[in-house]
């Protein structure tokens, strides 16, 4: 079957359990998906569904592992102990070079094949021997909003970062910042990720400062609560509101008309077409020649059909 008809297919199979392993191949095939996200992240449902799916129809073993706390010293350890149960190759995120690099290229140095996604770079991939890197490139994504929000008349703005330990979040703010043509200055806050804890601090910074003119948020972890805090605050609708990623919320936001836009870097495709093409690497010996971008893509009112049907399952 062509990579195409598979995923054209993709979208029409329910959702497999979410954690399973699919029967694993007459060949023994096994790959190992390791993110840093913690389990608190609903957001990263549709990576789970993606690699169940595609497991499912490529007939391989997978297995989806992650920190539980979003610990990054916990996830380098969880990337040793893949590479030592002798996968067929492993799938991880690359959220902090420094204390990721190390592992990553361990299990490159044993023979094992590695593809990176989600976070890290194109460059850093290659660094480390990686096959390919598929995700978003996530500076050009907020340079992009940023572009936008200006053409909107937007000047000033707020960065809501729940993650702000990884580098690819701060790499989103910064590239708004530098959209809009100002610094990015004291307009991104460490909002942590309790919901109750990130709607206190947005409306804190609001209060403190009334004449912000946009927020920006980096996932449903912080647009959910954004949203909460804009409701009682009274901001919701009045101030421009521009997120990453989606998630049912983001699109019941972006139909009202409260969220602008969203950036959908689909990490479906995150999870799905690693294994895809990891497994014809290894039976048929054909790679891309490239890596894939995933995103970003800005999903607005217009055409949400298809994102609301599938939203927080392959959307």
């Not at 060949?27 to 569904?49: F, M, Q």
Request: net charge negative; proline share 5%; charged share 20%.
């Amino acid at each position: 079957m062509s990579l195409t008809k598979k995923l054209a297919l993709a979208v029409a199979v329910l959702a497999a359990p979410v954690l399973a392993a699919t029967t694993a191949s007459a060949e023994g095939e096994r790959y190992v998906l390791v993110s840093h996200a913690p389990d608190s992240d609903s957001w990263w449902n549709t990576i789970k569904n993606g690699l169940a799916l595609a497991g499912k129809q490529m007939d391989v073993e997978v297995e989806y592992r992650n920190p539980p706390t979003g610990d990054l010293a916990d996830m380098a350890r969880i990337i040793d102990q893949a590479a030592a149960s002798g996968p067929t190759g492993i799938i991880t995120t690359l959220a902090d070079f420094d204390v990721l690099s190390g592992p990553i290229k361990a299990a490159v140095d044993g023979g094992i094949d590695v593809i990176i996604i989600n976070s890290g770079t194109p460059e850093q991939a290659r660094e480390l021997g990686a096959l390919m890197y598929v995700g978003q490139p996530e500076y050009d994504a907020g340079y992009a909003a940023g572009l936008r929000a200006k053409g909107d008349g937007v000047g000033s703005f707020l960065c809501v970062n729940h993650y702000i330990s990884s580098p690819s979040s701060t790499e989103r703010c910064k590239g708004f910042a530098d959209g809009l043509g100002i610094e990015l200055g004291n307009q991104m806050i460490d909002a942590g990720q309790d919901p109750a804890e990130i709607k206190s601090r947005v409306m804190a910074y609001l209060n403190a400062n009334p004449d912000t003119d946009a927020v920006l948020t980096l996932g449903p972890t912080s647009a959910d609560p954004t949203l909460l805090a804009l409701e009682e605050n009274g901001m919701a609708g009045d101030i421009y509101f521009g997120t990453f990623d989606l998630g049912a919320n983001i699109v019941e936001g972006i139909k009202a008309g409260t969220i602008k836009w969203g950036i959908d870097q689909q990490p479906f495709l995150q999870a799905y077409l690693p294994i895809v093409v990891m497994t014809n690497y290894h039976r048929y010996g054909v790679l891309p020649g490239n890596n894939i971008n995933s995103g970003p893509g800005f999903v607005t009112a217009d055409g949400l059909e298809m994102v609301e049907k599938y939203a927080g399952e392959y959307r």
